[in-house]
Nanobody
Framework: QVQLVESGGGLVQAGGSLRLSCVAS????????MRWYRQAPGKSRELVAQ???????RYGDSVKGRFTISRDNSKNAVYLRMTSLTIDDTALYYC?????????????????WGQGTQVTVSS
């Protein structure tokens, strides 16, 4: 099994910054696209940013120019640097990845999710 573990969430004042991390563990062989989603109370899950294994990054309109996604393939990790945070950025942030592992002689592609890390922005 592949697991994604997020960290770095917390409480921050508006205008502040946070850096989220997500590391994949288990018998992962390769990871294609890695993503950050978020979900605020009463709202649907929103794609924040994604990055391919070739470092092609894309962002949701609400975070462009403020958030930066990056990854370290040697560590099976993805990061989200968040700046100029506003109250509207308050949400549970989830890491998601297209993972590929081998079980015996079988290759398994999976859509893997982390448990989430809470980001709360105060005024």
């Amino acid at each position: 099994q592949v697991q994604l573990v997020e960290s770095g969430g917390g409480l921050v004042q508006a205008g502040g910054s946070l850096r989220l991390s997500c590391v994949a563990s288990g018998n992962v062989l390769t990871i294609n696209v890695m993503r950050w989603y978020r979900q605020a109370p009463g709202k649907s899950r929103e794609l924040v940013a994604q990055i391919t294994s070739a470092d092609d990054a894309r962002y949701g309109d609400s975070v462009k120019g403020r958030f930066t996604i990056s990854r370290d393939n040697s560590k099976n990790a993805v990061y989200l640097r968040m700046t100029s945070l506003t109250i509207d950025d308050t949400a549970l942030y989830y890491c998601n990845a297209d993972t590929f592992r081998v079980q015996g002689t079988t290759g398994i592609s999976e859509d893997t999710w982390g448990q989430g890390t809470q980001v709360t922005v105060s005024s």
